[in-house]
């Protein structure tokens, strides 16, 4: 499922989220909605109230928004992000955050330290086999306390699937970004690809790709059952409204045998 010639996806090349996620996804991305990130704390604490008394770890942080609100609200909490650029913006607008950096599928804390882990805004799926999301999926289940709670915030693939935009494109800081959007053979990987176009004698056009394994809320649910966490809820948006074909998100609430 890779094309070969791209060097985001040739085997042995860097991975794409090392490439994305820096200077050029923050400048194209400068303002996530803080309003989204608060509900999808609000309904991780107005279904697991006990998960205020934390701490609770935050998979893939990126520049902290939702790290932010769960502080806001007086939860312990740590972020964990691999992306340099992401964790100094976070620190830069967000002193008080506290941050690690590394990898999802290696996390650098001690078994049972969590009564909570997330992972916000399809932060899941990354990696070129099913074999690395069952990794960071044990991760979850070795850091979690027993007990503990896993919310995972994954797009809908049925969702996607029915509507996908193959190309748009914007204007960002006087530059003219087009994204393209496809369903790899097979089915089960959803990429995008941003070219960033420039200015003579600037740098030539930039391309960068997002590439995410589509999990159905069925198939999450086996993946966790089987590290030993048990999907106990489901929602299909922030607003806790029930899983469909349209809804937007595929939101499991797992808790750690």
Not at 13 to 18: C, Y
């Amino acid at each position: 499922m890779t094309d070969q010639g791209d060097p985001a996806s040739v085997p042995g090349s860097t991975p794409w989220f090392r490439r994305w996620f820096g200077e050029e996804y923050l400048r194209l991305y400068p303002h996530r909605d803080r309003d989204e990130a608060r509900d999808g704390v609000e309904l991780l604490l107005s279904r697991r109230p006990e998960v205020a008394r934390g701490p609770v770890l935050d998979l893939a942080c990126g520049a902290g928004r939702h790290l932010d609100v769960l502080s806001t609200r007086g939860v312990p909490c740590v972020g964990l992000d691999l992306s340099l650029s992401l964790l100094s913006r976070a620190h830069q607008t967000r002193p008080h955050l506290r941050l690690v950096r590394g990898d999802m599928r290696r996390l650098p804390f001690n078994p049972s330290s969590f009564s909570a882990v997330t992972s916000f805004f399809t932060s899941f799926g990354y990696f070129d086999s099913e074999e690395g999301d069952r990794r960071v999926a044990r991760e979850v289940h070795r850091v979690l306390r027993p007990g503990g709670t896993f919310f995972l915030d994954f797009l809908n693939a049925h969702s996607v699937l029915d509507q996908l935009i193959p190309r748009d494109e914007h204007v960002v800081e006087g530059r003219r970004v087009i994204q393209e959007r496809r369903v790899l053979p097979g089915g089960r990987i959803v990429e995008k690809r941003i070219r960033i176009e420039t200015e003579p004698p600037d740098d030539p056009d930039r391309t960068f790709v997002e590439r995410v394994r589509l999990y159905t809320a069925d198939e999450l649910s086996t993946l966790l059952a089987a590290v030993g966490l048990e999907t106990s809820e489901r929602f299909g948006d922030y607003k806790g409204g029930a899983p469909s074909p349209a809804s937007p998100r595929a939101i499991i609430v797992a808790r750690a045998r």
